[in-house]
T-cell receptor, first 115, second 114 residues
Framework: AQSVTQLGSHVSVSEGALVLLRCNYS??????LFWYVQYPNQGLQLLLK??????LVKGINGFEAEFKKSETSFHLTKPSAHMSDAAEYFC?????????????FGKGTLLTVNP | GAGVSQSPRYKVAKRGQDVALRCDPI?????LFWYQQALGQGPEFLTY????????KSGLPSDRFFAERPEGSVSTLKIQRTQQEDSAVYLC????????????FGPGTRLTVT
């Protein structure tokens, strides 16, 4: 079974600092990988996705992620944090094979941005 | 256009009560998904519909959980004889098709069982 591990349940950065949220996956085949953001009392919003094209994926709100097969990682970065980036972030992998509609999520990383 | 909507947004139930949670997907979306998000956890897959057909219910935690989508649009997740461990946010998502298209999530229903 595929799984996702997010290192760090809580990350705190200063406004303007680099944001780095870590995600490692386990999969026996090349996966589809996603990052979602969840603001309080809202649903999940897709930030970006990797679908085996370019390994560096650019998403919305200035976020990007790099797929590294050798490290089985898909870390999310943003060069300069903004107060509005404070939210919970989830990494997810989509199953391969017959059930390739099902998303498996990590436990999430809460990002706080300090002024 | 309108996104995925869910109602109620908050539900408090006494242990043993039955509850029904509603999901209105984006118009024209063929696929619909339910996920359960416990406190401090990521969402976990419950079930998947393609039109009115329930193609996968492998994530439903017990036979107290039942989902339906009779006309291929609105879906209802029913939980019978609620238990405290059922307390969670229940998320609904829809997509144009099932396998390769983006899932759009609703705001969720927060269920608290007392």
């Amino acid at each position: 079974a595929q799984s996702v591990t997010q290192l760090g349940s809580h990350v705190s950065v200063s406004e303007g600092a680099l944001v780095l949220l870590r995600c490692n996956y386990s999969s026996s085949v090349p996966p589809y990988l996603f990052w979602y953001v969840q603001y309080p009392n809202q649903g999940l919003q897709l930030l970006l996705k990797y679908t085996s094209a370019a390994t560096l994926v650019k998403g919305i709100n200035g976020f990007e992620a790099e797929f590294k097969k050798s490290e089985t990682s898909f870390h999310l970065t943003k060069p300069s944090a903004h107060m509005s980036d404070a939210a919970e972030y989830f990494c997810a992998v989509r199953n391969s094979g017959g059930s390739n509609y099902k998303l498996t999520f990590g436990k999430g990383t809460l990002l706080t941005v300090n002024p | 256009g309108a996104g995925v909507s869910q109602s109620p947004r908050y539900k408090v139930a006494k242990r043993g009560q039955d509850v029904a949670l509603r999901c209105d997907p984006i118009s024209g979306h063929v696929s619909l998904f339910w996920y359960q998000q416990a406190l401090g956890q990521g969402p976990e897959f419950l079930t998947y519909f393609q039109n009115e057909a329930q193609l996968d219910k492998s994530g439903l935690p017990s036979d107290r959980f039942f989902a339906e989508r009779p006309e291929g649009s609105v879906s209802t997740l029913k939980i019978q004889r609620t238990q405290q461990e059922d307390s969670a946010v229940y998320l609904c998502a829809s997509s144009i098709s099932g396998r390769d298209s983006e899932q759009y999530f609703g705001p969720g229903t927060r269920l608290t069982v007392t």
